[in-house]
């Protein structure tokens, strides 16, 4: 699941399916998304080092993951497409 | 007939309002890029239907978009503002080295001759290049690498590169300026950079007079004499006869020198425009009325343009790049506020109305006439 600003620039819907090889990762499934929507670089991590930018975050199974390493395997439950990985835009502002 | 395009850069998207010649009605279109802030867009001179916009956001950074039809469709290009090398340190608000870091682009410059080459000014400070139609960046280090670099601060907005003006009659010929470090200029296409600040006085810092370090808001040429610069610094109207070597004040008679936008008339390179704000601690205009001060003589001599601005209970501020002017023959002068409201003259700025009232907080405003 994307950010609305982000559905608005790749010009998808609210969820986006995804081929990822194995093993299914954070940073592989950013991969595979930046890969099929090159405008997506840049807007979740940095170009270069590919931390993630300071308000995203990314939930799954009703846990956050922004801390994790992004090369630790995601929950089967993510790999089988039966919940979505959400990569979210924190709450700023007051 | 002429048409005139303004392209509005807001806090939550960007607008383009269009006119025929004669600027009394006006189509509203936008927000394009909706809730994204819109520091700058800009047409490209030698194809108006080229127009080039920088949306970011805290959330996901910078895109540029591009379009190719004058605004009514856009595409994404690249946004990838890499430093070359490894970008070293500049000074922080507490004096410590603090690294070069990409945040944001704060003023897009097509250039005057070809659709497919355009410039870029960054905070942190830095000025890029496209020679692809915005697809591919790349910086010009020198200016970053700059032997005053090192000690450059950045002004209450950040450390951002935020004027870019090209030289019609000499395309090696560039001048940029940054917050808190200065103004600066390329007789080399980029290559080299020399500070052009002597002459300026500014008080905030330890050497009033020093090299750099000058907090430079604005910078207005007339294509027509492009050796005569106006500046808008922090406090103070500045003005140079000789490309930036040397600046005098002409503040003259304003009732407070201290401002953001500055421009000139297209077609008489002696008469120019400020809008006064009250100081750097109050950003609205004196007493709550919105006045443009125009001078006839270059500055110094001032007087104040009101007919149809709000004359009471106004406390809006004008941005750095905010105002601009069309070509027609009667010039058109246009500003836009932090309460949203875009204003325009069609005489000069004897009399102004509002095109729109209630957008977001205007950012910048850009004009194109269109033949």
Known sequence: MLPAHLRTLARVGAEVALEVPLPVTIASTLDALEARYPVLCGTIRDHDTLRRRPFIRYFACEEDLSHQPTDTPLPAAIVTAREPLIVLGAIAGG | MSKVRVLVGTHKGAFVLTSDGKRENWEVSGPHFAGWEVYHLKGSPADPNRIYCAPSTGWHGQVIQRSDDGGKTWEPVGNKFAYEGTPGTHQWYDGTPHPWEFKRVWHLEPSLTDPDKIYAG??????????????????????????????????????????????????????????????????????????????????????????????????????????????????????????????????????????????????????????????????????????????????????????????????????????????????????????????????????????????????????????
């Not at chain 2, 100081?279 to 009325?289: N, T």
């Not at chain 2, 501020?317 to 058109?332: H, K």
């Open chain 2, 122 to 371: 960054a905070e942190d400070a830095a000025l890029f290049e496209s020679t692809d139609g915005g697809k591919n960046w790349a910086e010009f280090p020198s200016l970053r690498e700059h032997d005053t670099a090192k000690g450059w601060q950045p002004g209450a907005g950040g450390l951002c590169l935020h004027t870019i003006v090209l030289d019609p009659t000499d395309p090696q010929r560039i001048f940029i300026a940054i917050s808190a470090a200065g103004a600066f200029r390329t007789d080399d296409g980029g290559r080299s950079w020399k500070p052009i600040n002597r002459g300026l006085h500014s008080q905030y810092i330890p050497d009033a007079t020093a090299e750099v370090g000058h907090c430079v808001h604005h910078i207005a040429m007339s294509a027509q004499r492009p050796g005569v610069l106006f500046m808008q610094k922090h406090w103070d109207v500045m003005r140079s006869d000789d490309a930036g070597d040397n600046w005098r004040e002409v503040s003259g008679n304003l009732p407070t020198d201290f401002g953001f936008a500055i421009d000139v008339h297209a077609h008489e390179p002696e008469t120019i425009y400020v809008v006064p704000i009250k100081s750097d601690s109050e950003h609205f205009p004196l007493d709550g009325q919105l006045r443009v001060y125009r001078s006839r003589t270059g500055g110094n001599e001032w007087e104040p343009l009101t007919k149809g601005l709000p004359q009471s209970n106004c406390f809006v501020n004008v941005l750095r790049d905010a105002m601009a002017v069309d070509t027609m023959d009667d010039c058109g002068i246009y500003f836009g506020t932090t309460g949203g409201q875009v204003y325009a003259s069609i005489n000069a700025g004897d009399t102004w109305a509002p095109i729109v009232r209630d957008l977001p907080a205007v950012l910048s405003v850009e004009v194109q006439t269109i033949a």
